[in-house]
C-alpha cells in the first residue's frame, strides 16, 4: 500500500536529517524535549496552505437505519440532507465497522480505547484524541477541549491514564475556562507549565546550532523562529488580534436541560473560538451519549417522540430517522462556522482542519457494528469531498487521519490494534502531496 507523503512528512524528515548532523541520535531526538517541541510547533504553526493542521471528533449516539447516511453521485441520503450546503467538504462512509462493542463500553472503542490491554500492559491504551494531545496539542495553551451537550459525563469516549475523560456539558464553564470570565485571560500559572518545554527546546537549539554548517544553521533558525511564536502565543493568552471572541445568546445558563440544540451552537462557538485564537489544536463534541436517554424537548417534533432511546428502538424508523437528521445538523452548523471563521494565519478554519464524525453503532436499534455511518470533513487540498466511500473499519480511519496530519510515525497503528488485520491508512482517501 502506498504510503501517503504530506508536507508534515517532509518537514520532519527534513529536520531529523539536519539534526543528525550535529550527531544527536535521531531515536534519543524523537524523544526529547526538543524534538517533541520542533515537530509540534512546526505542526501546528506551519502546516502551510492546504495542511492540516487540527482535529475535530463528533460524537453522535447510535448510529444511523442502514442505508440512510449516504452520499452517492452528489445525492445525500435521507437522514444526511442536513450536510447539502457543506457537502462538497464531505466523505461519508456508511460500511464502517466500529471499534469498541455500542453499549457494552460506552462508546469508549470508537477512538482505539476498547477491548484487552496489549500484553504486557496493565490498562487499555489511551485514546486516540489523547495521543494527539501528545504531538497537535503540545504546542497548544489547551492540549485538547473535550465538550459535550447533555453528555452527563459518564460513559463518554475518552481515555486517559485509567480513567475516562469527563466532558464538560455547560457551554458558559468552558468559555470561562479558556478566556476568563471576561473573554480574554487565561490562567498563568498553566501558560507557564505548558511554556517550559518549549523554552527548554529553545536552549536545547542554541547549543546544537554551534556543531552546524552555516546552510545547516539556516534550517535549524527556521524551528527555532516556529518555537519562539509559539512562545509569544503563551504570553500572549490568545493569538494577537484575537479580540472579537464570540459573546453567547440565546439567554442560557448553559445547564438547560432539552435546549440541545442552542448548547450545542454555544459548544460548537466554544471550538472555533478555540482554534481561531490558537488555544487548541484538538477538540471532541460529544452530543448526547449512547444510552440514549435524552429528550430534545425544546423540538417539539422530537418532544412527541420521547426519549431518543424509545425513538432507535420503535417497531419503525421515522423516530429513529427525525433524531439522526437532528443530529446531521447539528454537525452541519460546525462545518459552517469553520467555513465562515478565519484564523490567525488569515485562512478559514475549515482548510487547515478535518472533522471526524464518529459513532459507536450501525443500526441501534439492533446494537450492531456493521454498516456504522462516518463522515470525514476538510477543506483542506489533502481531500477531495462529496463523495461516498469504503472504509471498511473505524480504526481505519483513525490511521488515515494520523497520516493526513503528519504524525502517523508517532501514533499507535490503530488497525493492528483493534482489528489485528494491519490494513492501516485507507488506500486512495485522501489525495498524496
Given at each position: 500500500?502506498?504510503?501517503?507523503?504530506?508536507?508534515?512528512?517532509?518537514?520532519?524528515?527534513?529536520?531529523?536529517?539536519?539534526?543528525?548532523?550535529?550527531?544527536?541520535?535521531?531515536?534519543?531526538?524523537?524523544?526529547?524535549?526538543?524534538?517533541?517541541?520542533?515537530?509540534?510547533?512546526?505542526?501546528?504553526?506551519?502546516?502551510?496552505?492546504?495542511?492540516?493542521?487540527?482535529?475535530?471528533?463528533?460524537?453522535?449516539?447510535?448510529?444511523?437505519?442502514?442505508?440512510?447516511?449516504?452520499?452517492?453521485?452528489?445525492?445525500?441520503?435521507?437522514?444526511?440532507?442536513?450536510?447539502?450546503?457543506?457537502?462538497?467538504?464531505?466523505?461519508?462512509?456508511?460500511?464502517?465497522?466500529?471499534?469498541?462493542?455500542?453499549?457494552?463500553?460506552?462508546?469508549?472503542?470508537?477512538?482505539?480505547?476498547?477491548?484487552?490491554?496489549?500484553?504486557?500492559?496493565?490498562?487499555?491504551?489511551?485514546?486516540?484524541?489523547?495521543?494527539?494531545?501528545?504531538?497537535?496539542?503540545?504546542?497548544?495553551?489547551?492540549?485538547?477541549?473535550?465538550?459535550?451537550?447533555?453528555?452527563?459525563?459518564?460513559?463518554?469516549?475518552?481515555?486517559?491514564?485509567?480513567?475516562?475523560?469527563?466532558?464538560?456539558?455547560?457551554?458558559?464553564?468552558?468559555?470561562?475556562?479558556?478566556?476568563?470570565?471576561?473573554?480574554?485571560?487565561?490562567?498563568?500559572?498553566?501558560?507557564?507549565?505548558?511554556?517550559?518545554?518549549?523554552?527548554?527546546?529553545?536552549?536545547?537549539?542554541?547549543?546544537?546550532?554551534?556543531k552546524l554548517s552555516a546552510s545547516e544553521v539556516l534550517r535549524m533558525e527556521e524551528h527555532e523562529e516556529a518555537i519562539e511564536r509559539m512562545i509569544a502565543?503563551?504570553?500572549?493568552?490568545?493569538?494577537?488580534?484575537?479580540?472579537?471572541?464570540?459573546?453567547?445568546?440565546?439567554?442560557?445558563?448553559?445547564?438547560?436541560?432539552?435546549?440541545?440544540?442552542?448548547?450545542?451552537?454555544?459548544?460548537?462557538?466554544?471550538?472555533?473560538?478555540?482554534?481561531?485564537?490558537?488555544?487548541?489544536?484538538?477538540?471532541?463534541?460529544?452530543?448526547?451519549?449512547?444510552?440514549?436517554?435524552?429528550?430534545?424537548?425544546?423540538?417539539?417534533?422530537?418532544?412527541?417522540?420521547?426519549?431518543?432511546?424509545?425513538?432507535?428502538?420503535?417497531?419503525?424508523?421515522?423516530?429513529?430517522?427525525?433524531?439522526?437528521?437532528?443530529?446531521?445538523?447539528?454537525?452541519?452548523?460546525?462545518?459552517?462556522?469553520?467555513?465562515?471563521?478565519?484564523?490567525?494565519?488569515?485562512?478559514?478554519?475549515?482548510?487547515?482542519?478535518?472533522?471526524?464524525?464518529?459513532?459507536?453503532?450501525?443500526?441501534?436499534?439492533?446494537?450492531?457494528?456493521?454498516?456504522?455511518?462516518?463522515?470525514?470533513?476538510s477543506g483542506s487540498t489533502q481531500m477531495v469531498g462529496g463523495r461516498g466511500f469504503n472504509a471498511g473499519h473505524s480504526y481505519n480511519l483513525l490511521d488515515?487521519?494520523?497520516?493526513?496530519?503528519?504524525?502517523?510515525?508517532?501514533?499507535?497503528?490503530?488497525?493492528?490494534?483493534?482489528?489485528?488485520?494491519?490494513?492501516?491508512?485507507?488506500?486512495?482517501?485522501?489525495?498524496?502531496?
Open positions: 500500500m502506498k504510503k501517503l507523503k504530506t508536507p508534515q512528512d517532509v518537514q520532519r524528515r527534513n529536520f531529523l536529517k539536519t539534526v543528525a548532523s550535529s550527531g544527536i541520535a535521531v531515536n534519543t531526538l524523537k524523544a526529547s524535549a526538543l524534538g517533541m517541541g520542533i515537530m509540534a510547533s512546526r505542526t501546528a504553526a506551519a502546516a502551510g496552505p492546504g495542511g492540516l493542521k487540527r482535529v475535530i471528533f463528533v460524537y453522535t449516539p447510535d448510529g444511523a437505519p442502514n442505508g440512510t447516511y449516504t452520499l452517492n453521485n452528489g445525492t445525500l441520503g435521507e437522514n444526511a440532507v442536513g450536510l447539502e450546503a457543506v457537502k462538497d467538504n464531505c466523505i461519508i462512509f456508511d460500511d464502517c465497522t466500529t471499534g469498541g462493542n455500542g453499549h457494552s463500553d460506552g462508546g469508549l472503542g470508537i477512538l482505539g480505547g476498547a477491548g484487552t490491554p496489549p500484553a504486557g500492559q496493565e490498562f487499555r491504551i489511551d485514546t486516540y484524541d489523547v495521543h494527539l494531545e501528545k504531538y497537535l496539542g503540545a504546542a497548544s495553551v489547551i492540549p485538547s477541549l473535550h465538550l459535550g451537550v447533555e453528555s452527563n459525563s459518564e460513559n463518554c469516549i475518552g481515555f486517559r491514564s485509567k480513567n475516562r475523560i469527563k466532558y464538560q456539558d455547560n457551554p458558559i464553564a468552558a468559555f470561562t475556562g479558556m478566556f476568563g470570565a471576561g473573554g480574554e485571560a487565561v490562567d498563568p500559572a498553566s501558560i507557564a507549565r505548558k511554556k517550559a518545554p518549549f523554552e527548554s527546546s529553545l536552549a536545547e537549539i542554541r547549543a546544537i546550532k554551534a502565543n503563551f504570553d500572549q493568552g490568545t493569538t494577537a488580534g484575537c479580540d472579537d471572541i464570540s459573546q453567547f445568546k440565546y439567554g442560557l445558563d448553559g445547564t438547560e436541560i432539552g435546549e440541545f440544540a442552542k448548547i450545542s451552537k454555544m459548544q460548537c462557538q466554544n471550538i472555533v473560538d478555540a482554534f481561531k485564537c490558537d488555544l487548541t489544536n484538538v477538540a471532541t463534541l460529544h452530543l448526547g451519549n449512547h444510552s440514549a436517554e435524552f429528550t430534545i424537548s425544546a423540538d417539539p417534533e422530537l418532544a412527541a417522540l420521547g426519549t431518543y432511546h424509545t425513538a432507535v428502538h420503535f417497531p419503525d424508523t421515522i423516530g429513529y430517522g427525525a433524531y439522526r437528521r437532528f443530529f446531521t445538523e447539528r454537525l452541519a452548523e460546525l462545518i459552517a462556522l469553520l467555513k465562515t471563521t478565519k484564523g490567525s494565519d488569515d485562512e478559514f478554519l475549515i482548510e487547515s482542519t478535518l472533522v471526524l464524525q464518529i459513532t459507536c453503532m450501525g443500526n441501534g436499534n439492533a446494537h450492531d457494528q456493521a454498516q456504522a455511518p462516518f463522515t470525514l470533513v488515515t487521519v494520523s497520516a493526513a496530519l503528519g504524525v502517523d510515525d508517532q501514533m499507535p497503528k490503530y488497525a493492528s490494534i483493534g482489528t489485528g488485520d494491519g490494513g492501516g491508512v485507507v488506500s486512495g482517501l485522501l489525495t498524496a502531496v
